[in-house]
């Protein structure tokens, strides 16, 4: 700084501000004083007239701060007492909250830890004046990652949370020695877990909490719709019929309305749900032992239950086995051993193919995407409808540098799937950043014969699978009559392809995708899928390797789903037209994939309510507060309401593009699927269809140690039609495909593949039967 051209002075502005320091001409700089007519006033460093350096700035509200000033802005390390008496010391930036720093609230609540844009994201720990502790992952100002809640009384989650609830797997240990490994969705206890009551053979904590660290690529080994692998915890708990006790569902004693109150007292989770802290309004409730808890009681009796919004569905009782187990990170399975084309995509070079793939997709997106669309031709879809691009490791005239290793790209017919892509009404951007973002691809497991690789956008809504050379060529052979049959039926199950491409790696390998619409795309939890040909040779899943996410088939399904008239019949309509479809490409081992989402039984809600509303300063058992608040959660049923576009997202999705279903109950108008405390849906083909689930019985079934507490749900329905990459052109095929389906394959013959759309056809009609 020049310090011969400053001089002191002062200077009142017309608008009733004034100054008194240094001046570099007519400009603040150096040392001064600035009041504003309002009354706000600062102290310390200018420069050419704008606040820079060090100072403090005191409103008329009672407001200070003190620290780093650039530019005129709140910039760099800093303190900032609010008019309420709370107090941020830390990081600024533009003046907001960016980077560390440690927020005190006026009623002594304590954050300390990361900000992004004047909000907690990143790590950071949250303790309340209660006791209560929070130390984990933040975002938009709410818990929300792989976090550790510590209550006053000493019970303890461990496990995933979503917009400041509990959301995803995780393990809850009460103060007295209880564990309950299982998946919470915002909030309530979704999906399967274990609990195990006090002295029973549990898995070992730290290896659980070990199992949900970070991987090699910094993510989450754990995303935060992973779910618990209930076979890993029964893995402890060996059924043993002498000590199970075994209660069928049409032999118990008990009425419903007791078997819950028992549920209530074998509570297994006191604290309520409404956890969406981001500032010193959050209260959690206190969360104390209940004397009657379960756990209390030594024994080696554990339950294996599935719970749905927050309530107890199904339980099996079991016993533990004091001896050792080793226990793998949930949701981490077996390598499939049909994956021998495929091996070599392991660790390091799985990754780099992952890049390599989202290189070329935003390489291809983005060349393809300013050509002006027009009506595809014939040779759109010929052999030399073809770009290929070398990606060197250093970059090129065409490509940038990166990465990865050097590899060469091959776009498939480029101008056609840049117009299905259109047709599907996806906005190209959106597209690259939701497959080529800098959250990544992760890796899902599939336990299917094909051998196949999966790989799921960081946004769930596209699906990346990995192509055989067989099922490249019949995707391409196809493809003519595909894009014209999406093009003219909007409402097609068919898979939506989106691009077609080939990966070849520096030693020659290569690797074909296929990008796809995700068709469990939903905020509602799928609970079930199935994936059903109508045939029972080897339709079966072994009871050992079911899991949470584990995709069943045909003999598995134990319900029966009734659909409003008319959602019933649009939906066989379009099952014919596709199935016709399919025919004329010879194509017959396709499958119908059913997810299934289920809703609490609405007849609980008078069970449910609770009892005369309780604050937190109320002297009750936390147990009996957490589990009424968190049992009365669940709506009463579904409702199907007139369509109002306003009301819903009526935004394409990446499975369904198709027009508002009719109902005819309500008057065959246009509808919207409402589910009482969760969301208004658009309800579209294939996509939140909702109807009953009626759980068949099986008389003739052995009793066992699995108490089904329903019969009835209302559910809402996702599908599509999967695998029609399956070309059977010879007679060999069709005989050996059809002996599953018990016809004499010598009548069959290449010209008849309606044999196996008939059985496919007649097998969905059971599925979802007709009314009267």
């Not at 079911?546 to 008239?565: G, R, V, W």
Request: proline share 4%; with cysteine; net charge positive.
């Amino acid at each position: 700084m020049d310090t011969s051209i400053l001089r002191p002075g002062e200077r009142e502005f017309s608008n009733g501000d004034f100054y008194s320091g240094e001046l570099k001409g007519s400009l603040p700089h150096g040392k001064g004083n600035y009041e504003w007519s309002d009354g706000t006033i600062y102290q310390g460093d200018w420069y050419e007239g704008k606040i820079s350096g060090k100072g403090k700035l005191v409103w008329p509200s009672g407001a200070k701060y003190e620290g780093d000033f650039s530019g005129g802005y709140l910039h760099g390390i800093g303190t900032m007492t609010s008019p309420d008496g709370s107090v941020y010391s830390g990081a600024w930036r533009m003046n907001v909250r960016h980077g560390l720093g440690r927020k005190e609230y006026v009623n002594s609540d304590l954050y300390d830890g990361s900000w992004k844009e004047g909000m907690q994201e990143g790590n950071g720990s949250y303790s309340w004046t209660n006791g209560n502790r929070y130390i984990g992952n933040w975002k938009n100002g709410k818990m929300s990652g792989r976090g550790v809640m510590r209550w006053a009384n000493g019970d303890l989650f461990d496990g995933f949370w979503l917009n400041g609830f509990r959301h995803g797997s995780g393990v809850y240990k009460f103060v007295d020695g209880c564990l309950y490994y299982g998946a919470w969705a915002h909030g309530l206890k979704d999906g399967k877990g274990v609990f195990y009551p006090a002295g029973s053979k549990h898995p070992s904590l730290k290896k659980w909490c070990r199992s949900l660290e970070y991987d090699d690529t910094g993510k989450f080994v754990l995303s935060r719709s992973s779910s618990i692998n209930v076979e890993e915890l029964r893995s402890l708990s060996t059924v043993t019929p002498s000590l199970s006790v075994k209660t069928s569902a049409s032999g118990t004693s008990k009425t419903l309305s007791e078997r819950f109150r028992d549920e209530n007292l074998r509570n297994s989770d006191p604290p309520p749900s409404d956890f969406t802290c981001h500032g010193p309004s959050f209260k959690p409730a206190r969360s104390s032992g209940s004397d009657q808890r379960e756990g209390q009681v030594k024994n080696r009796v554990v339950y294996e239950r599935e719970y749905m919004q927050g309530v107890l569905i199904r339980e099996t009782i079991t016993s533990s086995v004091d001896r050792s187990h080793k226990i793998r990170p949930p949701n981490v399975h077996k390598q499939v051993k049909s994956r021998s084309f495929m091996t070599f995509l392991s660790g390091e070079r799985n990754y780099y193919l992952m890049l390599n793939l989202q290189l070329g997709i935003r390489y291809t997106v983005g060349k393809i995407t300013p050509v002006p669309r027009r009506e595809v031709r014939a040779s759109d879809f010929g052999k030399k409808a073809r770009t290929m691009v070398y990606f060197p490791r250093d970059g090129s005239n065409f490509t940038p540098p990166h990465k990865s290793i050097d590899f060469s790209w091959k776009d498939y017919c480029p101008m056609v799937f840049r117009n299905l892509r259109a047709m599907f009404k996806l906005d190209a951007a959106e597209y690259m950043m939701s497959i080529c973002g800098d959250d990544g691809l992760t890796e899902i497991c599939s336990s299917g014969k094909s051998g196949s690789i999966f790989y799921l956008s960081h946004d769930d809504r596209f699906v990346i699978k990995t192509l055989r050379k067989s099922e490249l060529k019949v995707l391409l052979r196809m493809l003519p009559k595909y894009y014209g049959h999406v093009g003219d039926h909007e409402n097609t199950l068919i898979t939506k392809f989106f691009g077609v491409h080939r990966i070849k790696l520096k030693l020659g390998k290569k690797v074909r995708f296929v990008v796809m619409g995700n068709m469990f795309c939903t905020e509602l939890k799928i609970h079930r899928r199935y994936d059903l040909k109508g045939s029972t040779q080897g339709r079966i899943t072994e009871k050992i390797k079911i899991q949470e996410k584990t995709t069943l088939k045909d003999l598995d399904l134990a319900y029966e789903f009734h659909m409003d008239m008319l959602l019933r019949e649009a939906l066989f309509k379009q099952i014919y037209l596709d199935c016709a479809f399919l025919e004329s490409l010879h194509i017959i081992d396709y499958s119908l994939l059913l997810g299934v989402h289920f809703r609490a039984p609405g007849q609980l809600n008078d069970i449910l309510e609770p009892p005369n509303s309780m604050s937190d300063q109320e002297s009750v058992s936390s147990v009996d507060v957490g589990m009424a608040q968190e049992l009365s959660i669940p709506p009463k049923g579904l409702l199907l309401v007139t369509h109002e576009p306003n009301s819903v997202n009526t935004a394409p999705g990446p499975h369904i593009r198709g027009s508002t279903l009719r109902a005819f109950s309500v008057g065959e108008k246009e509808v919207d699927l409402i589910l009482p405390g969760t969301a208004r849906l658009r309800v579209q083909l294939g996509v939140n269809m909702p109807a009953q689930a009626h759980h068949k019985l099986d008389e003739d079934k052995e009793e066992s140690a699995t108490i089904e507490l329903f019969e009835v749900y209302d559910v809402v329905v996702y599908m599509g039609i999967i695998d029609i990459l399956q070309e059977y052109n010879t007679k060999k095929k069709v005989e050996h495909k059809c002996k599953s389906f018990r016809y004499d394959p010598m009548t069959v013959s290449v010209t008849e593949p309606k044999v196996y759309s008939k059985r496919f056809v007649d097998f969905l009609q059971k599925v979802f039967p007709e009314e009267g």
